[in-house]
């Protein structure tokens, strides 16, 4: 599949999504949304890719929405490239909160992201701000160079949260530092975003890509990929759980479902014979109690 704004690549397992608009910081157009979008769902469909990485060609991560625009770039009743306007409006002039151009766009993205069966890692290469800071945080790991930057700026540029990142950054760093982050809009330096836990571990430029690697090759190397993407469904999705019986319920049908299966046996038999293991279960064949859940409808 040709792209116009990201590369997508696949070597032994593990795709590599690039942000590929380096002239303009990689910002995020609609194309670009859209072709994210595109390339997961691509990795979902591929039992061959294990792991997904994401990164940005050239210096920046990606520099938030592409302000080219002009100032009218958030204003869902004009129309900019990729997107339509003006359906946003009842008859009466009124907003229409659940017309499909209402929708945030990144939030799409965000939503795409959480949903993904296959882990995301983030290779944070430079700086990242809006969209560009919001797009990490449905990642499961991220990691990030000595340039790595990132800023929940929304405030300064007169809007809200976005990208989903009202229910993701409290989760991922708590309440008391999300509002920090995001009532001030300041940008974060590497070593800040490590010590927030927005980044796991800091490298050199240079070895950022092949340390992300050697991470995904971990996950390739020993995990099975069903169990990987029923985990990460789990994990997530947990966060709203009210009571742990929730857990003890899926984990209950997980264990059942899954210990009876070839991965399992697979599992046991490679660590007795000290090699590594070769799982046969595929995503594309998830088990019969997946999904667990109702996706919501925007509204």
């Known amino acids: 599949m040709a792209f116009e704004t990201i590369l997508y690549d696949v070597e032994d397992g593990i795709a590599t999504l690039t942000l590929n608009r380096p002239d303009k910081f990689n910002a995020m157009s609609p194309l670009m949304q859209q072709e994210i979008e595109a390339a997961l769902d691509l990795s979902d469909q591929d039992d061959a890719v294990r792991v997904l990485i994401v990164t940005g060609a050239g210096k920046g991560f990606c520099g938030g ?18 997107r339509e306007g003006g359906g946003a409006r009842n008859p009466d002039g009124s907003f229409n909160y659940s017309s499909e151009v209402a929708r945030d766009g990144g939030g799409k993205l965000a939503l795409r992201m959480f949903n993904s069966l296959k882990p995301i890692i983030g290779a944070i290469n430079g700086t990242g701000v809006g969209v560009g800071a919001s797009m990490t945080l449905p990642m499961d790991i991220r990691i990030g160079s000595e340039k790595a930057r990132l800023g929940f700026v929304y405030a300064r540029r007169g809007i809200v949260f976005e990208c989903c990142s009202s229910w993701f950054l409290p989760r991922v760093v708590g309440i008391a530092k999300a509002l920090d982050l995001a009532l001030t809009g300041r940008l974060l330096q590497a070593e800040e ?53 929730e857990g003890h319920r ?3 049908r997980g264990i059942t479902n899954r210990g009876a299966s070839p991965d399992a046996k697979e599992g046991v038999a490679s660590l007795l014979e000290k090699r590594l293991p070769e799982f046969p279960g595929k995503v594309s064949e998830m088990p019969d109690y997946f999904p667990w859940w109702e996706e919501p409808e925007f509204s």
């Open 250 to 252: 899926w984990e209950s």
């Open 65 to 82: 929405a592409d302000l080219s625009s002009g100032a009218d770039i958030f204003n869902k009743d004009k129309k900019v490239e990729g």
């Open 193 to 245: 975003l490590k010590d927030y836990g927005l980044i796991r571990e800091i490298t050199t430029q240079e070895n950022l890509l092949p340390r992300a690697r050697e991470i995904a090759r971990e996950i390739a190397d020993n995990t099975a990929p069903v169990s990987i993407a029923l985990m990460r469904q789990m994990a997530w999705r947990s966060l709203g759980w009210d009571h742990p019986m």
